[in-house]
């Protein structure tokens, strides 16, 4: 208790207590004065590469990675499945030559049709159950194994 009341006392006196006019436009501009003074001192170099090293916390490898891989992604299947230019105008690659134009046609075929009096029609009596053991037993506990 009588900790307590010193403590109170020590407050009571320092409250009144205030730097003088100045002090912290004082204690600032040294402050800086020294920073500046520490950064001339270092060599050119040093700090270009604590720059360079500063930008890694903030550089995000994945995001931009995926965003380039989805951007390749985007322009390949542009390039793919664009419709091919037909043959109908000059070709830009050989004005001179006549271009050959195929008669390739694709005819449709005749859908397949299963007849169902033909397929035996079980009622699965006759077939065996089977079932699926897994390797494991299902149980709460952790597996042994890792």
């Known amino acids: ?4 009341s010193q403590v109170s ?13 100045g002090y912290y436009d004082r204690v600032l501009t040294d402050f800086r004065r020294r920073q500046r003074a520490d950064l001339m001192a270092r060599p050119a170099y040093v700090e270009m590469w604590e720059k360079f090293l500063g930008l890694w916390p903030n550089f995000r490898v994945p995001q931009f990675a995926y965003t380039a891989i989805i951007a390749l ?11 091919m ?3 109908s ?16 046609t694709l005819t449709p075929q ?6 169902s009096a033909t397929m035996p029609v079980s009622s699965g009596a006759d077939l065996s159950q089977h079932y699926v053991l897994q390797p494991r037993p299902v149980s709460n506990e952790r597996p042994l194994s890792f």
């Open 1 to 4: 208790m009588e900790d307590h």
């Open 9 to 21: 006392k020590l407050l009571r006196l320092k409250r009144y207590e205030m730097p003088p006019p």
């Open 73 to 83: 992604a985007l322009g390949a299947s542009v390039v793919i499945f664009s419709p």
């Open 85 to 87: 230019a037909t043959n």
């Open 89 to 104: 105008g000059p070709s830009l690659a050989s004005n001179s030559a006549p271009s050959q134009v195929s008669n390739f």
């Open 110 to 115: 005749r859908p397949v049709t299963i007849p």
